[in-house]
Every structure is written in C-alpha cells, then in structure tokens.
C-alpha cells in the first residue's frame, strides 16, 4: 500500500515534570473513540501507535497514568481524550531493512473494550468492536457470551441490531468501530423469537460450527464493510 | 513591521535587566512618535550577498510509513491483542484415533471443542460452551479499622443451548436459588435437562438458570 501518510494520525501529549517539560508525538496507525452524549467529552478506546523505543515507552507510561492524549487524523477530529483506568498494553517491535533500530508498537485498549475477550464481563450490556462486518460482529457477540448462533444468521442478526437501535458507530482511525447494547440474555431471545418466526432457518446437517477466516481491520483490500448509521 | 537582530548566547547572557528595560521603554516611546523614527531610504546601509546553492536532495528521515503498514498485520503487539480486536482463525477439527472416553469428551466438551449442532428430533441443538470469569469480592475489616479487600478469581463453564424449536436454556454451575430452583422445575424441560437439574441438588452437575418456551406470537 502507498501513500500510508494519508491514513495515518497523530497522537501528542505533554509531560510537565520538575524541572522539564517533554512533548511527546508519534505516529498513528489505528485509533477508536466513543465521545459522550453531551458530545464535548470523549474516551478513547484504543490506539495503536508506531514510533522510537523512547517515544513508544513514554506513551506506555502515560497509559498506565491515565493521561490525556491529543488525537487527530485524517477524518478524525482533534481530541483530548485519554484510556481511562486499568488499561491494557501490547507492546512488539519489527525490523525494517535498512534501519539500524527496530520499530516499537504499541497497542494500548481501554478496560471496556478488553473486556470484550472470550467470557470475560458477561454480564456488561455495552460491547465495543473495532469492526462493523457482519459476521466479524455476530462471531464476536458470540464469544464473548457465548451465543449459539451460525454465521448464515449474521445478516439477519444486524438487522435486528439496527431495528432496535442496539448498534452505533463510533469514530475510528483505520477501523470502523461500533457499539452493540445488549445483554446475553436479550440476544438469546431474539435468536429463539427468530427461530419462532421463521426469520432464521435452522441448520439441516448435524456437525461443528465453522466460521469464515476474518482479519478484521488489518484487511487493506477488503471491501468496505457497512456504515452502522 | 519591526526588524530585529537575534543575539549570540554569550550576548544574552551580559544583558542585564536595565538595558531590556531602556529598550522596552524606547520601543513604546517611538511607537508613540512615528516622527522620530528614521526613515528607510533608497540606499541600503548593508548589502548581504546569498551564497549560491546547490543541488538540494531531498531525504525522508521519518519511518517508513508504507513499509509499516505492509508489516502492521505481522506486528507482535497486534498477535497479542487479537483476543480483543479480532476474530482469531478457528480452532482445527479432526476426528480421533481411536473413541473417545467419556472423560476425554467431557473435557473437550467443556473446552468448546464439541460445540456445534447435535441430537435429533425435539432434542435437536446447538450447543455453546462457554468460560465465564467471577471475580469475588471479600471485604474484611482488621481490629484497627482498617478495610482489606481480597479480589478472587474464578473460571467455571457454561453450556448456553439452542434448540430447533427455538427454545434456549443456559446451564451453569451457580447454586440455585430456591425461587428459582422451584421455577426450574416446573417448566416442561426436556428429559435431558431434567436429569442435569435434579431439584434435590445432590450430585448435581449443572443449574438450569433459564428455559425459554415463548408460544409463537
């Protein structure tokens, strides 16, 4: 892919110390934000930031102290926001031929959206996804609690999302993130009300539930999932 | 406009505080009298010549944006966060070697290894294991006053239910309440889930925490 520049942002942020004051900006690549209903405040939820070992270990620190971060980008507003408590940290480098030193990434998510793992926060009503397809969607939900669905009923599922006003776009760097509300016990009776109704079919043939391969936002040349708006 | 000389560092340092005042005092004093200000004539009193330059080459020192974006995908970071921000590829299927105990099947079982769609007939289902994470909360309170909070994990399984007909049902290991142990037992539950929720609780595997059997509306 060219032109990486045009998609890629910026997240800044000041550290005041004793005696010195440090800027700190690097590079980047992803980045989900869910601004508040009075729409002046915001929280982010992830952001994934490319840079120096310097660079890159001063936004970890000033993720584990709860700092506000300066965002922006292309489509994406400037924003004061920061990750909030307890969030998690990934860190990794790759080396780049012709450069002396690795490059450090670092993916940072709010305790929320961590929350979203394999049964973890089951009983929670807000999920946040950092994509917006339909079977990435339904294959999440069901994961997280434990949903006994197929893939042929993502469709339908995101219908029943957007009917009831249980799916919102946030804004996003790279990505297409959506919150889903709702519970498992609300997403278990829509499924049982679909199969009532006729809406959903059944599988006929007996076996495993096998899932498409789905690679999410790091997919440059997929199409264009759809707009949860 | 205002032109302006920056001075050397050894410069700045022998200032002292009563010359920045006098030329403070000289700038106001002049901005308020234009008439005193000299006037720019046609003869320059300095000529600086610009060195000729040469080829200029432009060179990115910044990081390779398009080469990390190709390599993003393979970052170890997002490996590890995949669990959070992906769909990981499904787990590999096969058959086994040789039969399966029941031990070895309640394991996989529990492991989600066997989900998918199973039985026939009024027992037809898709069933879902599922790992769910308790965190108890214990506060205790010392002879000082002072408050101790002990947070402890728990991992325990869940097996949420799908039936053809529609209905749901979501066993669990929680023990039962007594209002709900008494609903439990009076729905019309499959013969299945009746033996896993025996009412008494002695021996029992599993709770029924909820049987969903909504007529058609």
Redesign the interface.
């Known amino acids: ?5 045009e ?2 942002g910026w997240l800044e942020f000041t550290r005041v110390m004793k005696d010195t004051t440090a800027r700190v900006r690097v ?1 980047l ?1 992803r980045c989900i934000a869910e601004p508040t209903e009075n729409g002046r405040d915001a929280k982010l939820h ?1 952001v ?1 930031v ?2 120096g070992e310097s660079d890159v270990s001063a936004v970890w620190a000033a993720v584990h102290q709860n700092q506000l971060f300066k965002v922006e980008g292309p489509d994406f507003w400037v924003l004061e926001l920061s990750l909030g408590e307890k969030a ?1 940290c ?5 080396s ?1 031929p012709g ?1 002396r030193r690795p ?1 450090r ?3 940072a ?1 709010s305790a929320e ?2 929350a ?5 926060a ?1 009983e929670n009503n807000r999920t946040i996804l ?1 994509d917006s397809g339909p079977v ?1 969607v339904l ?2 939900l ?2 997280r ?6 893939p042929v009923w993502a469709d339908w599922f995101i219908c029943e999302l957007k009917r009831r006003k249980a799916i919102r776009s946030l804004p996003g760097l790279g990505c297409t993130p959506i919150l889903v509300t709702g519970t ?2 609300k997403f ?2 829509w ?3 679909g ?3 006729g809406q959903i079919c ?2 006929a ?7 498409p ?8 040349e997929r199409p264009q999932p759809f707009s949860a708006s | 406009m205002v032109f302006a000389i920056r001075r050397s560092r050894r410069e700045r340092e022998r200032l002292q505080e009563r010359e920045i005042s006098w030329w403070r005092l000289e700038y106001g004093r002049k901005s308020r009298n234009f008439d005193a200000l000299p006037v720019l004539t046609e003869r320059p009193q300095h000529v600086y010549t610009v060195p000729e330059a040469g080829s200029i080459e432009l060179v990115h020192r910044g ?19 995949q ?5 990981p ?2 787990r590999e ?1 096969g058959r086994p070697l040789t039969p399966l105990h029941p031990g070895h099947v309640s394991i996989l079982a529990c492991a989600g290894a ?7 007939g009024d027992l ?10 308790t965190v108890l909360r214990l506060e205790e309170e010392d002879e000082n006053g002072v408050t101790v909070i002990r947070e402890k994990e728990q991992f325990s399984h ?1 097996l ?3 039936y ?5 049902a ?1 066993l669990t290991n929680d023990s039962p309440s007594e209002e709900k142990g008494a609903n439990a037992a009076t729905n019309p539950v499959p013969s299945q889930v009746v033996l896993a929720d025996t009412p008494s609780g002695v021996g029992r595997k599993f709770r029924l925490e ?1 049987l ?1 059997g ?1 007529k ?2």
Not at chain 1, 145 to 150: I, R
Not at chain 2, 83 to 87: E, G, I
Not at chain 2, 124 to 133: D, G, I, N, P, S
Request: aromatic letters at 10%; charged letters at 25%; a positive charge.
């Open positions: 892919m060219k032109n990486a520049h998609r890629f590079r690549d992830l994934s490319l840079g998690e990934y860190r990794g480098s790759f780049l450069r490059v990434h670092l993916v998510v959206l961590a979203t793992r394999l049964g973890a089951t950092s990435f294959y999440r069901s994961e609690f434990g949903l006994p669905v197929v498992k016990q278990l009776s499924v049982s009300r199969l009532r109704r059944f599988p043939v007996n076996g495993p539930i096998g899932w391969s789905m690679t999410g936002f790091l997919d440059h | 990081l390779p944006l398009d080469e990390i974006e190709d390599l993003l995908p393979q970052s170890p970071a997002y490996r590890q966060a669990r959070v921000l992906f769909a590829k499904s299927r066997l989900d998918g769609i199973l039985g026939e037809r289902h898709l069933a879902r294991w599922q790992a769910v994470k869940c949420n239910l799908l053809a007909d529609g209905r749901t979501v909820e969903r909504e058609r509306a």
